[in-house]
């Protein structure tokens, strides 16, 4: 069985710190995704990952994938306020025929 | 219209009543998808629906029972729900299985 972990589950830096959120996942996968969530919303895709190396960026976010490690982040760099939302990793699983695990969740609040 | 839209927003329901929820995606896409948000839990697979056939029922219980007429509507029917049962729920879209998922709003059903 799949299984996805993410840590912290709960995150509240101040304004202009970086920090990195981890996802770990326990078997072999191809595909990682990051998604975000605020209150009351729907998730909204943020990064896919393809590939073993595979680092992505927007704005002050950056998401990477380490495949061998089974190992993604997602570091914050300079957070604002506007970040400030739930965070998923999903992971595709071959064995599963290419269905989506998630994590449990990041709560990211950035304080002023 | 654009993306992944979902009737109700919000549902209220008592235990005995039978109603309906929608999905329908604009995005041409062949693969949709019924998650569950519970509180404090990681989204759960529901059902999967490819080229409109059911490849995925996640051991959800039969007071749930999906429909998909064809690849842009997507119906979940619930009747004798459970107050366990509240959640959000998530309808989510693909070019076909297995690639990025686009999500909906979602519906906030309480079962009263």
């Known amino acids: 069985e799949l299984k996805v972990e993410q840590n912290p589950l709960f995150l509240s830096m101040q304004e202009g710190k970086n920090y990195t959120i981890y996802c770990n996942y326990s078997?072999?996968?191809?595909?990682l995704y990051w998604y975000r969530q605020d209150p009351g919303k729907s998730l909204e895709s943020l990064f896919v990952?393809?590939?073993?190396?595979a680092v992505k960026q927007e704005g002050r976010l950056m998401a990477s994938l380490d495949t061998k490690a089974r190992l993604s982040t997602l570091h914050i760099t300079a957070a604002v306020h506007d970040l400030s939302a739930t965070y998923f990793c999903?992971?595709?699983?071959?064995?599963?025929?290419?269905?989506?695990?998630f994590g449990e969740g990041t709560q990211l609040t950035v304080n002023p | 219209e654009t993306g992944v839209t979902q009737t109700p927003r919000h549902l209220v329901m008592g235990m005995t009543n039978k109603k309906s929820l929608k999905c329908e995606q604009h995005?041409?896409?062949?693969?949709m998808y019924w998650y569950k948000q519970s509180a404090k839990k990681p989204l759960e697979l529901m059902f999967v629906?490819?080229?409109?056939?059911?490849?995925e029922n996640n051991s959800v219980p039969s007071r749930f029972s999906p429909e998909c007429p064809n690849s842009s509507h997507l119906f979940l029917h619930l009747h004798t729900l459970q107050p366990e049962d509240s959640a959000l729920y998530l309808c989510?879209?693909?070019?076909?299985?297995?690639?990025?998922?686009?999500f909906g709003p979602g519906t906030r059903l309480t079962v009263t």
């Open positions: 989510a879209s693909s070019q076909v299985e297995g690639y990025e998922q686009y």
């Open positions: 078997t072999t996968s191809d595909r």
């Open positions: 990952l393809l590939s073993n190396g």
């Open positions: 999903a992971v595709d699983m071959e064995t599963s025929g290419s269905r989506l695990t």
């Open positions: 995005l041409g896409h062949n693969a």
């Open positions: 629906y490819n080229f409109k056939e059911q490849t």
